[in-house]
């Protein structure tokens, strides 16, 4: 049975769609990416899994247990990281996670817990002068603090530098590691390549791919790269875009990036001898998840993502 099972889920405001129809399992000890473009509904399905929002329509269950009815057992078993924290700026890090755990049973201490997570020279730094980083690892110590079994943690590395993304990336491994369950979103196509078992692709308040992130890339339409050089007055990028199994074409000065399938790279490779062309520099690679990714969100049949409201709003209303 997974930990956290969605179905058919909905979730509108006033006119707007967030969510629709989303189905999404998480086992223990996995971590499951949540991707997708701004506006694509990840936040809410996140929101609707701790029980900050309440579905219009659907099923979630957490070990069990439907968030919104059983607030208390799911609060035991969840830990919540949001883009915006709500901490305040006086508070420092040693007391931010010291009031969070004030609310939970049985809570990891929270100095250990800074020490682990890195924090242990800031722990009496206000919350407002700590880094980036900083700021995100305390997040992290305050949505695991509660010993939960799962955490879900939202756009985490947001606004990060490079070696600080990286660290948290660590982290989050660790915290895996440690038995931790990790529902992570993001809209970072490495990230979730470097950090995720298994990832759900939105769009458009819609889940519309999920697997392991080599299963995703082999559901894209687009499965194989190829790039070459042709000027354009040799071979223009038209005489190609028709073919059978080309999904796009990009002219970057004299070099021409192709996508599609297997297929497609082959009638390419005809066409280039029918018409006497040599493909300069010719390279064929399997495509990226970013490539998938992108092909997966723009296809015909996923609409435009629809509004949604920020985090704040939502926690408000469902208060």
Known sequence: MPLIEVRDLRKTYRSAVAVEHVDLDVHDGEIVGVLGPNGA????TVECMAGLTRPDHGTVRVAGHVPWQHRRAV???????????????????????????????????????????????????????????????LAIATALVGRPRV????????GLDPEARRDTWQ????????????VLV??????????????AVMAAGRVVAEGTPEQVVARSANSTLMSFTAPADVLPAAALSGLPGVGGIERRGDRLEVVGTDDGVLAVLHALQTRGVEPVGLRVSATT???????LVRRPDVAPALPRRDAATTLQESA
């Open 41 to 44: 509904g990840k936040t809410t």
């Open 75 to 137: 609060t035991r078993l969840l830990g919540v990281q949001l883009q915006s924290s709500g901490l305040q700026a006086k508070l420092t890090a040693r007391e931010a996670v010291a009031m969070v755990a004030a609310f939970h049973d049985d809570p990891a201490d929270p100095g250990e817990l800074l020490e682990r997570l890195g924090l242990r020279q800031v722990a009496d730094t206000r919350y407002a002068h700590l880094s980036g980083g900083q700021q995100q690892r």
């Open 151 to 158: 955490v879900l943690l939202d756009e985490l590395t947001t």
């Open 171 to 182: 982290l989050v491994r660790e915290v895996r590691d440690g038995g931790t369950t990790v």
């Open 186 to 199: 993001t809209h970072l196509m490495e990230e979730a390549q470097q950090l995720c078992d298994r990832i």
């Open 289 to 295: 998840l970013d490539d998938a990714y992108l092909d």
